[in-house]
């Protein structure tokens, strides 16, 4: 089975920056995609940012600019570098993986979450 561990929320005031972090762990063949979603009380979840395999980055229109993911393929890492924040970041960050646990078998993995309250 696969285990996504997440770390590095906190509270913080508007304008400063948090690294968040998301460990992989278990039977993993390999990871096509990693990405950040979020969800704020009341709101659905939504993508932050996700990278592919190759380093592709995607990032929503609202952190551009702002946030950074990064990838560790040799340790099966994913990180999130965000700056400038905001109050409106606040919400539970939930890690999200596409794993292949065998050459043929792939599934969507999740993450605990980790609470992010920016102070204004």
């Known amino acids: 089975q696969v285990q996504l561990v997440e770390s590095g929320g906190g509270l913080v005031q508007a304008g400063g920056s948090l690294r968040l972090s998301c460990a992989a762990s278990?039977?993993?063949?390999?990871?096509?995609?990693m990405g950040w979603y979020r969800q704020a009380p009341g709101n659905q979840r939504e993508l932050v940012a996700d990278?592919?395999?190759?380093?592709?980055?995607n990032y929503a229109d609202s952190v551009k600019g702002r946030f950074a993911i990064f990838r560790n393929n040799a340790n099966n890492s994913m990180y999130l570098q965000m700056n400038s924040l905001k109050p409106e970041d606040t919400a539970v960050y939930y890690c999200y993986a596409q794993i292949y646990s065998t050459p043929r078998n792939h599934d969507a993995f999740w993450g605990q979450g980790t609470q992010v309250t920016v102070s204004s």
């Open positions: 278990g039977t993993i063949y390999r990871i096509i995609a």
């Open positions: 990278i592919n395999s190759g380093g592709a980055r």
